[in-house]
């Protein structure tokens, strides 16, 4: 099993595909701390005061034992409030979720039809599914419809499922919501929408890009907390039907440790700061468009619309030396290779953050512009 294991780990770096834990170091442009709340003094004063209420680190067991605390009662209830669906439910983190989600509610029978370039954690919990899957191109909802048509044309007579991200974690592009949202209603299909990078960022006090579509009967959200909330775990928006079902067959959520309690407090604080703080939603949206105005005009990379920009570089080599150089100069910035994208599409994924300023990004582009022409001679 070790000599297998090796040799997979030697074709890998042949291939230049190896991959290795760094420490975070340089100027923040790759993490997914959009609002600048991972470190920020109000959630850590959030936790300091639930500390000092006796809210426990641990939750001791699962949500199902020992492990349901009040603290996540009272975040599920405030989310359900804050995204405007009818409930919510709390889990550990974004791709447990999202594997959950599809492991556990499409039954056999069902067709799941989802964006060819959804999240690896959809994929994990396609395969754990007894339902059919079938791949839609990317942001052509008329594929999606083709394929729910075909599917009822040959028989196909269980629930059909539309799942997507709002917001590609790797292109930084938005999906088509109302046109699908509309297959949905027509088909009579369920609509699982991925927020993960959307929350925080998009829609009226950060709920999301699909904020006008909660509390649907055939609507289903996915709020990650570890992103632009800044905390840890991932909120199930939905109806109650599903958050029940979840809770009696959904076996990452009934054999797992319950979240950390005092996690589920720093969300409720995130949250209370995306309601009470446009300002720094604002600011977000304000450096966003800084950035891909300097983008364009000094680069030949496009801009995406949002806060994920991805510079599209090609092969594997000449990414991962772009991005060598760039932290040569002092940025955090990472080249993303394949199979986490497709290939040829190698590239540096740029997120921009509250934790940069103007002046900064204004110095990165220019490097990336210098290193560029550094790496090609």
């Known amino acids: 099993m070790s000599g297998n294991h090796e040799r997979a780990l030697d074709a ?93 509610l499409p039954s056999r029978g069902d067709l799941i039809v989802y964006d060819e370039l959804i999240h690896a954690s959809a994929h994990d919990g396609m395969r754990l599914s007894k339902a059919e899957a079938k791949a839609a191109r ?18 196909g007579m269980g629930q059909a499922w539309i799942t997507i991200e709002s917001l590609y974690s790797m292109d930084g592009d938005r999906a088509p919501i109302a046109a699908l949202a509309e297959i949905a209603d027509r088909h009579d299909a369920m609509l699982l929408i991925d927020e993960a990078h959307a929350t925080g960022v998009f829609g009226p006090d950060g709920r999301g890009l699909a904020a006008g579509l909660e509390g649907r009967a055939n609507v289903i959200t996915l709020h990650t907390c ?18 029940d079902f979840l809770v009696n067959r959904g076996r990452a959520f009934i054999y797992a440790t319950a979240p950390s309690p005092l996690m589920a407090a720093a969300v409720r604080a995130a949250l209370a700061i995306c309601r009470d703080d446009p300002q720094r939603r604002q600011k977000l949206h304000d450096l966003i468009a800084f950035a891909e105005r300097a983008l364009t005009s000094k680069t030949r990379f496009q801009a995406s619309g949002s806060q994920i920009q991805p510079l599209v570089i090609g092969s594997d080599a000449a990414a991962v030396a772009l991005a ?18 497709p290939e040829g599409t ?28 550094e790496t090609a001679a």
């Open 12 to 104: 890998l770096s042949r291939r230049g595909r190896l991959r290795a834990l760094e420490p975070a170091h340089g100027i923040d442009f790759t993490s997914n701390d959009y609002l600048g709340l991972a470190q920020s003094q109000e959630l850590a004063q959030a936790v300091e005061a639930a500390i000092a209420r006796g809210v426990p680190v641990g939750a001791g067991g699962s949500r199902l034992l020992r492990g349901n605390h009040p603290e996540h009662e009272l975040l599920e209830q405030e989310a359900a409030r804050f995204f405007g669906g009818e409930t919510a439910l709390y889990f550990g983190g974004g791709f447990v979720a999202n594997t959950a989600l599809l492991a556990t």
């Open 346 to 373: 190698a590239r540096l994924r740029l997120t921009i953050t509250l934790n940069v300023t103007e002046e900064e990004i204004s110095r990165l582009i220019d490097d990336i512009a210098a290193a560029q022409a």
């Open 138 to 155: 990317h942001n052509d909802a008329q594929s999606f419809d083709d394929a729910i048509s075909a599917w009822r044309a040959a028989g």
């Open 226 to 243: 570890g992103k632009a909330l800044g905390a840890m775990g991932a909120l199930v928006i939905g109806p109650r039907t599903v958050r």
């Open 324 to 341: 060598t150089a760039m932290r040569r100069r002092g940025y955090d910035i990472r080249a993303i290779r394949p199979p986490t994208v």
